[in-house]
């Protein structure tokens, strides 16, 4: 245990940890974990210590790591198998020499991994590719697949995005269990309001009128968003106020997503893949511009800046210090941008070019507190000091 924040750190080549002190300085790194897996994503219940990795590929299968001793050990539950388990389970020199043994995954070959993880009311869900939702009630170690979203009518004709379709975002409501949201690329935004017994598809531009910078052959048409959502919170308060990072801009929805605004204007561009809310006032959040999904994904001009707003969307403004000015080709993608729930907020984010960076105080100013990571998949931050 340690007295300061602990980020949860995916990548490319399995899990790292990066432990702060209270002043969230003096960070001390441990991993790689999970047996050198691709981890996608990663959360913690801060009530009980226990941490989750959520990850896997073609190869391996899809699975959610476990661990209840602060990262020391970790325990698979595989949810599908991959092409290395047809290897072995033929093979009986190849099962060997990895270790393997022959059991049962929950899903069989229906899914390739896992992209997001979210605990919340007890109940610990997983975003997969392809889209489903798939949730366990004892913490990791059953699942049960959600039967209305594999149901969904009209889903056969959902269009992938570039990383396949993936449901990479879920989101909770903090005081009622039956509100969940999803970001899924490209399908979009969908809601339930019954604790997934039914969902809505939520896409709806309300100032369509008003976007005139989208000219992606993909961009919105018809008063949509354009379906193909990156990341997705809603922010502290009553009433539902979301905000997403589209493949085309932000958006901000008053309304739980039946409705979303364009606040885009201001940025140095449309394309990103993270947003990040503030822990106590809904109107301030950051984000990270890329130079377009054609362009390269980096930073516009490469000169590395996360984009802060505090009214909502209305007008942003660069926070560029201790971030590379020149020179900078990285990409942050959608679930590496995190933030703790301290006063002053600490926001985190990490590239793929394997640098962590922490801001102690609410985006300002920036240090590098890790660097010759694997690609960074995802940063989560978390409390487990007590």
């Known amino acids: 245990m340690t007295d300061g924040p602990t980020l949860l750190v995916g990548t490319t080549k399995g899990a790292f940890l990066l432990s702060g002190d209270r002043s969230r300085t003096g960070w001390k790194l441990s991993g790689p974990h999970c047996g050198g897996w691709p981890i996608n994503h990663m959360v913690a219940d801060p009530a009980t210590g226990i941490l989750w990795a959520g990850g896997g590929s073609d190869w391996t299968g899809a699975g959610v790591w476990r661990s209840t001793d602060g990262g020391a050990t970790w325990t698979l539950s595989k949810l599908s198998t991959g092409t290395i388990d047809d290897w072995a389970a033929n093979d009986p020199d190849f099962a060997a020499f990895i270790g393997w043994q022959p059991g049962e995954a929950a899903f069989g070959k229906s899914l390739s991994s896992v992209w997001s993880l979210h605990f919340a009311h007890g109940l610990l869900h997983a975003g997969t590719k392809p889209a489903q939702i798939?949730?366990?009630a004892d913490h990791g170690l059953t699942w049960e697949m959600g039967k209305?979203?594999?149901?969904?009518p009209g889903r056969e004709d959902w269009?992938?995005?570039?990383?396949?379709l993936v449901l990479h975002t879920i989101v909770s409501h903090p005081g009622d269990p039956a509100k969940l949201w999803l970001g899924i690329s490209a399908a979009g935004v969908f809601a339930t309001e019954d604790g997934g017994q039914s969902w809505d598809r939520r896409n709806r531009m309300s100032?369509?009128?008003?976007?005139?910078?989208?000219?992606h052959p993909a961009g919105p048409r018809g008063g949509e968003t354009g379906?193909?959502?990156?990341?997705?919170m809603r922010a502290p308060g009553a009433g539902d106020v979301l905000y997403q990072q589209n493949h085309h801009g932000v958006f901000r929805s008053p309304d739980g997503g039946r409705s979303w605004d364009d606040v885009t204007?201001?940025?140095?561009?449309?394309?990103?893949?993270?947003?990040?809310v503030h822990p106590r006032d809904p109107g301030t959040i950051w984000t990270v511009p890329l130079n377009g999904d054609t362009q390269g994904r980096f930073p516009p001009g490469a000169s590395a800046a996360v984009w802060k707003s505090t009214d909502g969307g209305a007008t942003w403004g660069p926070r560029q210090q201790g971030l590379p000015a020149e020179n900078c080709f990285f990409t942050v993608l959608r679930q590496a941008m995190a933030g703790d729930d301290r006063d002053p907020a600490g926001v985190y984010f990490g590239t793929n070019s394997g640098s962590v960076f922490a801001s102690r105080d609410e985006g300002e100013t920036w240090d590098e507190i890790a660097r010759h990571l694997p690609t960074v998949l995802s940063v989560e931050a978390v409390d487990l000091s007590g």
Do not use: K, Q, W, Y
Not at 148 to 152: K, N
Not at 227 to 232: A, E, L, P, T
């Open 265 to 276: 204007e201001g940025l140095p561009s449309t394309f990103g893949f993270p947003i990040r």
């Open 134 to 136: 798939v949730t366990s």
């Open 148 to 152: 209305a979203l594999a149901a969904f």
């Open 227 to 232: 379906h193909c959502v990156h990341n997705m």
């Open 207 to 215: 100032n369509a009128g008003a976007c005139v910078h989208h000219d």
């Open 159 to 164: 269009t992938p995005g570039a990383a396949g």
